[in-house]
């Protein structure tokens, strides 16, 4: 009998736990996926990746000089956008961007500024969905409408502090304009509505 009582109450514990334990996850599941103003929030993995990273190759593409072409640069210049975040180096996004480019010499400025005291950046890393080339003129400038996801960015100081957070954007857009030059494609300038980095 008191072994029935106490196998009864052991079971009623465990059965306490599962369920405190399900309302835990789902409110932690409720936090991770909550909506910011400006649509769906894409958080960074919190686990930190041992790997290096290695700087993205432009498809062959991306070297024509047509529509096409422009349209594959600019999704392989967000992807150098990325990992410039991501490892603090920024001479290939300096090589695929115009010096007259301000929006690309801003990126290119909260990088350095996060990285060169031995802080760092996690998250911010770009996916395109859309690059369409919608404005040609002589071949030498294009114009090259972007549809784009931003996970959130995160800044960290040398000891670890928070320092700086730009949230995630799911389907923001920009106009991208590239410049034929005797290398290949460069970014001119970038119209965002929003903040771009």
Same mark, same amino acid.
């Given at each position: 009998?008191?072994?029935?009582? !106490?196998?009864?109450?052991?079971?009623?514990?465990?059965?306490?736990?599962?369920? %405190?334990?399900?309302?835990?996850?789902?409110?932690?599941? !409720?936090?991770?996926?909550?909506?910011?103003?400006?649509?769906?929030?894409?958080?960074?993995?919190?686990?930190?990746?041992? %790997?290096?990273?290695?700087?993205?190759?432009?498809?062959?593409?991306?070297?024509?000089?047509?529509? %096409?072409? %422009?349209?594959?640069?600019?999704?392989?210049?967000?992807?150098?956008?990325?990992? =410039?975040?991501?490892?603090?180096?920024?001479?290939?996004?300096?090589?695929?961007?115009?010096?007259?480019?301000?929006?690309?010499?801003?990126?290119?400025?909260?990088?350095?500024?996060?990285?060169?005291?031995?802080?760092?950046?996690?998250? =911010?890393?770009?996916?395109?969905?859309?690059?369409?080339?919608?404005?040609?003129?002589?071949?030498?400038?294009?114009?090259?409408?972007?549809?784009?996801?931003?996970?959130?960015?995160?800044?960290?100081?040398?000891? =670890?502090?928070?320092?700086?957070?730009?949230?995630?954007?799911?389907?923001?857009?920009?106009?991208?304009?590239?410049?034929?030059?005797?290398? =290949?494609?460069?970014?001119?300038?970038?119209?965002?509505?929003?903040?771009?980095?």
């Amino acid at each position: 009998m008191i072994e029935e009582r !106490g196998g009864a109450m052991r079971a009623a514990r465990v059965a306490r736990a599962v369920v %405190a334990l399900s309302l835990g996850v789902a409110a932690l599941v !409720g936090c991770a996926n909550s909506d910011s103003s400006s649509g769906s929030v894409i958080e960074p993995s919190s686990a930190p990746s041992s %790997a290096k990273l290695t700087p993205p190759a432009p498809d062959a593409e991306a070297a024509a000089h047509d529509k %096409a072409g %422009a349209a594959a640069f600019t999704e392989y210049w967000f992807a150098v956008l990325s990992y =410039g975040i991501q490892t603090g180096e920024v001479e290939l996004l300096r090589k695929v961007s115009d010096p007259a480019c301000t929006a690309c010499t801003g990126a290119i400025g909260v990088i350095q500024e996060n990285y060169n005291d031995g802080g760092s950046l996690q998250g =911010g890393v770009y996916t395109v969905r859309e690059a369409n080339t919608i404005e040609d003129f002589a071949g030498e400038v294009m114009t090259v409408a972007v549809a784009y996801d931003r996970s959130p960015r995160y800044g960290t100081s040398p000891l =670890g502090v928070p320092r700086g957070r730009l949230d995630g954007k799911s389907f923001a857009d920009c106009d991208v304009r590239v410049l034929w030059t005797s290398s =290949g494609w460069k970014v001119r300038g970038i119209n965002a509505s929003e903040q771009l980095i």
